[in-house]
């Protein structure tokens, strides 16, 4: 009797396990638009508003090194930002599902104005802009401290976002993670 008892137990376990592996299973649910893994490049393309030259600067997703933003000081960039998988541009991916990405735009050692300049496409339903489209007004492009950079960040998922000015970033979330990570060297 106590041999049929732990056969019965153990098939319960067994069939319990089972369904736990089965529910557990991603290949039958909805896929994400798009994996962290999936944005290997960041892309910023750079039009000065007085003389409407543009610069494309190209960065790898945690990269060890980092492209040079050349900035002027008392210019204004228009700025549009492109994520890729391998070449591929997965921004469409990003816009599709606004509302599950915000971007922060961290410029420790440099004073700026950044705007977002998004259109209705990429405006989250909460009101806050993406930050696919910015517009940069440089002021001074390196404090006295020197070593100016650009660290950007697409968070998924945030709780709470605001496009208000936090310290040196431009943007704050609450909430969510990193899907990508871009950093530049600002220079002169």
């Given at each position: 009797m106590k041999n049929i008892f732990?056969?019965?137990n153990i098939s319960v376990l067994m069939a319990?396990?089972?369904l736990s592996f089965i529910a557990c299973n991603r290949s039958s649910a909805d896929e994400d638009d798009h994996d962290e893994e999936q944005i290997t490049n960041i892309v910023l393309k750079l039009t000065d508003?007085?003389?409407?030259?543009?610069?494309?600067y190209n960065t790898k997703v945690n990269s060890k090194t980092f492209p040079n933003i050349k900035l002027k000081n008392g210019h204004?960039?228009?700025?549009?930002?492109?994520?890729?998988h391998e070449g591929k541009d997965v921004t469409s991916q990003i816009v599709a599902a606004k509302d599950e990405h915000f971007?922060?735009?961290?410029?420790?050692?440099?004073?700026?104005v950044l705007s977002r300049t998004d259109e209705a496409n990429s405006t989250r339903k909460d009101g806050a802009k993406v930050g696919l489209k910015t517009t940069w007004?440089?002021?001074?492009?390196?404090t006295e401290e020197?070593?100016?950079s650009l660290i950007l960040t697409l968070f998924h998922e945030p709780a709470k976002v605001s496009e208000d000015k936090d310290k040196t970033a431009w943007g704050k979330v609450t909430g969510g993670h990193e899907d990508a990570t871009g950093m530049y060297n600002i220079v002169e």
């Open positions: 732990r056969i019965f319990v396990l089972s508003t007085a003389d409407r030259t543009t610069a494309e204004t960039y228009d700025v549009t930002t492109h994520f890729f971007l922060v735009y961290n410029f420790p050692k440099t004073d700026l007004k440089v002021n001074k492009t390196k020197g070593g100016a």
